[in-house]
């Protein structure tokens, strides 16, 4: 097998007290218990493929599947937010033509208002990407509704070579592997197609058990 065929790993760093103080913390966020006041919200985000079809693919028929040719058109790439709710099995995912810090700040502002209006506070755990901080929230609005926001907000981030510990990307790769696995060719389609699995796993209040986050081997600290 060539060497960037190779299945890839996120291998943690040992003797790291960085790593074990984030996972730490994120870990005693998860041991929480639900409050709809301080709602405990993953945030992470991903990437799709915009693909269309050259051809016009064979629909299946008995005993025959469906066929797609192998040329294809690109259109683009597009982004999608994902706020996840843990302990409440409630998700909410936004498709956006970028992921600029603008676009992450106007996000959060529609949890804080639209999705979680009556919570004092969102527990916010997400990984260290450069545009996840509340600077963005200045730089996409007034000082003034951007501290509104902010306030808002309690930050956790996951550390650095540990972003698994996120919930929301285990809940992004369970919408790849049911939604996005296959062509589809502009964002209009892509948030219908988004929407409607969104809506039936929230039905379901399908959740992660945050148990089984374990580290494959547990980056000790050195201790002299």
């Given at each position: 097998?060539?060497?960037?065929?190779?299945?890839?790993?996120?291998?943690?760093?040992?003797?790291?007290?960085?790593?074990?103080?984030?996972?730490?913390?994120?870990?005693?966020?998860?041991?929480?218990?639900y409050d709809p006041k301080r709602p405990q919200v993953?945030?992470?985000?991903?990437?799709?493929?915009?693909?269309?079809?050259?051809?016009?693919?064979?629909?299946?028929?008995?005993?025959?599947?469906?066929?797609?040719?192998?040329?294809?058109?690109?259109?683009?790439?597009?982004?999608?937010?994902?706020?996840?709710?843990?302990?409440?099995?409630?998700?909410?995912?936004?498709?956006?033509?970028?992921?600029?810090?603008?676009?992450?700040?106007?996000?959060?502002?529609?949890?804080?208002?639209?999705?979680?209006p009556e919570a004092e506070c969102l527990v916010l755990?997400?990984?260290?990407?450069?545009?996840?901080?509340?600077?963005?929230?200045?730089?996409?609005?007034?000082?003034?509704?951007?501290?509104?926001?902010?306030?808002?907000?309690?930050?956790?981030?996951?550390?650095?070579?540990?972003?698994?510990?996120?919930?929301?990307?285990?809940?992004?790769?369970?919408?790849?592997?049911?939604?996005?696995?296959?062509?589809?060719?502009?964002?209009?389609?892509?948030?219908?197609?988004?929407a409607a699995w969104t809506s039936k796993r929230n039905?379901?209040?399908?959740?992660?058990?945050?148990?089984?986050?374990?580290?494959?081997?547990?980056?000790?600290?050195?201790?002299?």
């Open positions: 097998m060539k060497p960037w065929l190779k299945k890839m790993w996120c291998i943690p760093p040992k003797q790291s007290a960085e790593f074990v103080c984030a996972m730490e913390d994120v870990l005693d966020v998860y041991r929480r218990p993953c945030l992470d985000e991903t990437s799709k493929q915009l693909v269309g079809e050259k051809r016009t693919p064979s629909p299946a028929s008995p005993g025959r599947a469906a066929r797609y040719d192998y040329e294809y058109v690109r259109n683009g790439v597009a982004n999608l937010f994902m706020a996840f709710e843990p302990l409440a099995g409630k998700r909410r995912v936004e498709v956006t033509e970028r992921r600029t810090r603008k676009d992450w700040a106007r996000f959060v502002r529609s949890l804080v208002d639209e999705t979680y755990v997400m990984d260290n990407l450069n545009t996840h901080t509340p600077a963005s929230l200045y730089e996409a609005f007034a000082p003034a509704e951007a501290k509104r926001i902010a306030d808002r907000l309690d930050i956790h981030y996951t550390p650095k070579h540990g972003s698994w510990l996120d919930m929301a990307e285990i809940e992004l790769g369970i919408l790849g592997r049911q939604c996005l696995d296959r062509r589809i060719a502009d964002t209009e389609k892509l948030r219908r197609e988004v039905a379901k209040k399908a959740k992660v058990n945050h148990h089984r986050l374990k580290p494959v081997a547990y980056p000790s600290t050195k201790v002299d």
